[in-house]
């Protein structure tokens, strides 16, 4: 099948000031689009050629795995924030936070704490494993769907997401991204 690397959910410059237009810019187009253009050359005439994005990223493992997933990661992470974000989710979305997590607050520091905490590159990422909630952090390209799990939001924490805004504070973009940016009408989707 063929891949279209989807369109940005909002214009390069509607999350600053938590990213900037600069991070996004190269982000989205040297990154991203990146890993789809190596995807694309990898699959070209193979039979992984007609599987779907979700169906590479749950059947191959190395090199082809490492771009599926990351493109998938990434359009998964743009919609995982939006401008004028944060907040509290409502409804049975905080329900579910609240069970899992004591209260929203809670939540948020174990958020923080996994993004903050995975060694190198990787991700964080708010997930649904049956009716329950849990965070899980992962390297590099690994992805909840491997796993069986259901994604609600993921937060990069590669250095490329925040290291031209934020230096070597992960935790400061963590806290941003938490605070102003994070899109719980995006995770309240994924939830059902
Ligand atoms: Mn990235």
Redesign the pocket.
Known sequence: MEFKLPDLPYSKDALEPGISTMTVSI?YDK??RGYMTKLEKAIADTPESSKSLEELVQSTEGYVFNQAA?VW??TF?WKSMKPGGGGKPDGALLEALTKAFGNYEDFKQQFAEAARDEFGSGWAWLVKEGDALRILSTSDAENPLQRGLVPLIAC?V?E??YYLDYKNERDQYVERFIDSLLNWDFAQENFR
Request: charged share 10%.
């Open positions: 982000h990154h991203h990351q990661n990434h992470y990069d590669w490329h997401a």
